[in-house]
T-cell receptor, first 112, second 113 residues
């Protein structure tokens, strides 16, 4: 499995505050992804990256931004957190387009 | 656009019984297919994948899935389940040439003694 870490693992924040989640990988995978997981919705793609500084929107990108300045790091930012963004966030990586993705342990975010 | 349907949100089964978790997809192009497993409070782990070749693929812990192109299905089966198989299972599809996976909403497998 790819070495993928996410930080923080848990976070509680207040509505309106900015939040940044970090994903770090040690496998030199080109592709990185951010998902959110909510009951009844499965996993939904927020944003993904296909190389350093190359990103694109996913299914549920509103209210989120991303940045990738190094191959190993992919940041997800909630500019102004809302209660609807309370979720579990997963990072994933892939070596090849269309092939399997490897997942990090997740970050549980609660917006109060 | 592709989509994935997992017909059962929850499947209860007794230990040592067989189980089938159903997955259907829609896509107009060639696809790759995956099953992931998620244990409580953990990330998703790849269980098995179909990329090409034999339509029957197997995992190391006794699960298997068969790609059926005519029925656009990729059902997951195990002949005899264990308590430790209790988890949520996700089917996913990617279209060849594209960078993203589409996931089903998951099936919770509940194995009881």
């Amino acid at each position: 499995d790819a070495g993928i870490t996410q930080s923080p693992r848990h976070k509680v924040t207040e509505t309106g505050t900015p939040v940044t989640l970090r994903c770090h990988q040690t496998e030199n995978h080109r592709y990185m992804y951010w998902y959110r997981q909510d009951p009844g919705h499965g996993l939904r793609l927020i944003h993904y990256s296909y190389g350093v500084k190359d990103t694109d929107k996913g299914e549920v990108s509103d209210g989120y931004s991303v940045s990738r300045s190094k191959t190993e790091d992919f940041l997800l930012t909630l500019e102004s957190a809302t209660s609807s963004q309370t979720s579990v966030y997963f990072c994933a990586t892939s070596a090849n387009r269309s092939y399997e993705q490897y997942f990090g342990p997740g970050t549980r975010l609660t917006v109060t | 656009a592709q989509s994935v349907t997992q017909l059962d949100s929850q499947v209860p089964v007794f230990e040592e019984a067989p189980v089938e978790l159903r997955c259907n997809y829609s896509s107009s192009v060639s696809v790759y297919l995956f099953w992931y497993v998620q244990y409580p409070n953990q990330g998703l782990q790849l269980l098995l994948k179909y990329l090409s070749g034999s339509t029957l693929v197997e995992s190391i812990n006794g699960f298997e899935a068969e790609f059926n192109k005519s029925q656009t299905s990729f059902h997951l089966r195990k002949p005899s389940v264990h308590i430790s198989d209790t988890a949520e299972y996700f089917c996913a599809v990617s279209e060849r040439g594209y960078s993203t996976l589409t996931f089903g909403k998951g099936t919770m497998l509940l194995v009881s003694p």
